[in-house]
């Protein structure tokens, strides 16, 4: 399908400032959409003020009219312009985590265009650890309202390259900066309410937040309704992350079980005449007899799992292999934000051993 011209430019996060950064941002403020890095994934960024603009976010992504945006800031100042309640347990961890994977949600100030809250009282607001995106934002001039830079429900984008399979000819311009550093989205704290709720896990976790604040309560998994009976996280209730293939995740609490249930599945589905792609840490993928085998990195480094999950859920959906079957990891730390993502992509295909 032919649709816009969708420019791709290159900028080094070592000199940000050079190049066509300022191009990048003139199209912004204009009301053009731009995908660009950010420590997590890359995003699809708006001009905030712009409710045009941010529509045409919903419409790139065919995402759905109810899930809110994230609106990301280069200078903490810029949180008072988008919320008139920024409370004393917020500026503590916006100075303890910022610019890092931690987006707040705080009651939003009247003037946001209902787009980008899907029309709820609050705003969730984040201010990225990235030379590029920063420099982006004091480019555009304004705040920018990027979900991820993906196709709504495949996984979440962390390079240049999986932006543009999802997206050339729907936007603007990607602006390429190299593979994500955390690789899963943020960290989505509630502190509208007491305690506060981690409303999505991400590259801060729960000890990091607690250090700071004390008790945080931790929204349970996948579309769980809140007491009211609705989300409190809207994003929370749809299919994410999910590859064309099925993915089945296999985990317990001794990798060595894992591999044996993994390589009995490998068996099944080969006399099946199914083919399987494996999502393996380095301690098991060489004992796996699969023809396609994605190594995410060692249980000892948790974050280098995260920063390879999607690449690799990506990389193995292009081998077109009928089913992806994933390894477990303890769920604690960063483990938390790597098991909400294997547990999405699976629906609810996941085996305990
Ligand atoms: P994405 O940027 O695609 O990773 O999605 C943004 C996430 O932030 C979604 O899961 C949203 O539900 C969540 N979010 C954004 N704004 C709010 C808000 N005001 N209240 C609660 N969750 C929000
Ligand atoms: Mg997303």
């Known amino acids: 399908m032919k649709g816009k011209e969708t420019k791709y430019i290159k900028i080094d996060p070592a000199d940000p400032s050079k190049g066509a950064i300022s191009e990048a941002g003139t199209i912004l403020?204009?009301?053009?959409?731009?995908?660009?890095?950010?420590?997590?994934?890359?995003?699809?960024?708006?001009?905030?003020?712009?409710?045009?603009?941010?529509?045409?976010?919903?419409?790139?992504?065919?995402?759905?009219?109810?899930?809110?945006?994230?609106?990301?800031?280069?200078?903490?100042?810029?949180?008072?312009?988008?919320?008139?309640?920024?409370?004393?347990?917020?500026?503590?961890?916006?100075?303890?985590f910022w610019p890092g994977p931690l987006t707040v949600v705080l009651s939003k100030k009247p003037g946001i265009p209902d787009g980008v809250t899907a029309g709820l009282s609050t705003v969730a607001v984040r201010m990225p650890d990235h030379p590029v995106a920063l420099e982006l934002i004091k480019a555009a001039g304004v705040p920018l309202a990027a979900p991820s830079a993906n196709t709504s429900g495949k996984p979440s984008p962390t390079t240049a390259q999986h932006v543009l399979q999802d997206l050339?000819?729907?936007?603007?311009?990607?602006?390429?900066?190299g593979a994500c550093r955390v690789g899963l989205e943020s960290t989505v704290l509630d502190l509208t309410s007491?305690?506060?709720?981690?409303?999505?896990?991400?590259?801060?976790?729960r000890d990091d937040i607690e250090g700071i604040l004390g008790r945080v309560e931790m929204e349970n998994s996948a579309g769980d309704k809140g007491s009211l009976g609705t989300p409190r996280s809207p994003g929370m209730k749809y299919t994410h992350y999910s590859p064309r293939a099925d993915v089945v995740v296999v985990t317990g609490e001794d990798y060595t079980v894992i591999f044996e249930k993994v390589a009995e599945l490998i068996a099944d589905y080969r006399a099946k005449n199914q083919k399987a792609g494996v999502l393996a840490s380095t301690e098991t993928a060489r004992g796996y007899c699969s023809d396609e085998v994605f190594t995410v990195g060692s249980r000892a480094r948790l974050?280098?799992?995260?920063?390879?999950?999607?690449?690799?859920?990506?990389?193995?959906?292009?081998e077109d292999v009928d089913v992806i079957i994933a390894e477990g990891y303890p769920e604690s730390g960063i483990g938390i934000a790597i098991m909400n993502r294997l547990k999405k992509a699976a629906g609810n295909k996941v085996i305990y051993i």
């Open 29 to 96: 403020r204009n009301g053009g959409l731009v995908a660009f890095p950010t420590e997590t994934v890359y995003g699809l960024g708006a001009n905030v003020t712009n409710s045009e603009a941010v529509a045409a976010i919903f419409k790139a992504k065919g995402r759905p009219a109810d899930n809110p945006l994230i609106v990301h800031i280069s200078d903490v100042s810029q949180v008072y312009d988008l919320s008139d309640d920024v409370t004393v347990p917020a500026q503590r961890v916006m100075e303890a």
């Open 168 to 177: 050339t000819g729907k936007i603007d311009m990607v602006v390429d900066g």
């Open 194 to 205: 007491e305690p506060p709720v981690i409303l999505r896990p991400g590259g801060v976790t």
């Open 303 to 318: 974050e280098t799992v995260a920063q390879n999950l999607f690449y690799g859920l990506r990389y193995l959906d292009e």
